[in-house]
């Protein structure tokens, strides 16, 4: 999906995925009002699911970043989206059969443009996304499934054996690369393309993403105060699943800038300060979703109407 991306001003770059400049540090205000580590007690949204604790392992989130790095996906940089596509099929007996190569779409900052090519390498096994992928699916699914309800792990990780006749849902996957100072704005994830159950994996850099009820009260109102905004420190390596009210009733987004203030965490820190300042490095983050039925055509009159609803701004706010 096209998505508006953000840029602050004088964005740097970072030597990651391209060739980089140092970072300049910039403090907006927000130091009164931190981002939170966990969800705050008092907003209770059903289908919102993070746990800084519940994370990928240290080699697995290295590997995905080497993986990444080795494909190129990002193009050393000039890219900063990229979708990879499974296809959906017919369940059969035998493994493997009626399966179509994954496409692979690409998008520029300004995402004015996503060319979508087809993708030899995507399609060397029984699935269609990449083997890291399919990994990271199965290690999400260990993790999470002692942490979320059963019926959640059911919509997130289903369990297609014997159910042959049945058409196997497709899964998107998009990579995002954020160099500091880069964000994306709110917005709930596509209703007419993608199913409910969202993964959001972060890796590299932490980022603040911040959650809004769809309509919101307005600031200060006390008449739905569970209906707040959060914003959410995402650690490295964490894992954010929007299901239910969380997928459909709130929107998620990351504010263009270059750091942000965090909550501070008595047990890393020995001052007793209420926040501090974490500067962004760069962050890839990859998410997980359900393609509705024939959401996985790419390039069609649906595709285009939607590019011309999400221009990509280069908005020169900060927010
Ligand atoms: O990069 C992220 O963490 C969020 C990406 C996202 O919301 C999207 O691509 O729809
Ligand atoms: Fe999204």
Known sequence: MLMSRETAPESDNDSLFGEGEGTTSDQPAGILSPARRRIPPNVKVEGLYFDPDVCLPES???DLLENIKAKDYFRGGTVNQLMLFERSYDLVSSDGVGLSQAELAQSNLRGESAAVASSGEMASSSTTL??????????LSDILRPHIPESTSDLLFPDTAGQSGRRKPARQAILNLYRPGEGITPHVDLLKRFGDGIIIVSLGSGTVMQL????SPPSGSSL??????VDLWLEPRSILVLEKEAR???THGIPARKGDWVENDMMLSEDDDKAIWVERGVRVSITLRWLLPGAEIVGGADEDSEMSDHHHAQSASTM
């Open 60 to 62: 697995v989130a290295l």
């Open 248 to 250: 459909y009733g709130w």
């Open 224 to 229: 739905n105060p569970e209906k707040e905004s």
């Open 130 to 139: 990449p083997p890291f992928l399919v990994d990271l699916l199965s290690v």
């Open 212 to 215: 809004a009820p769809v309509a």
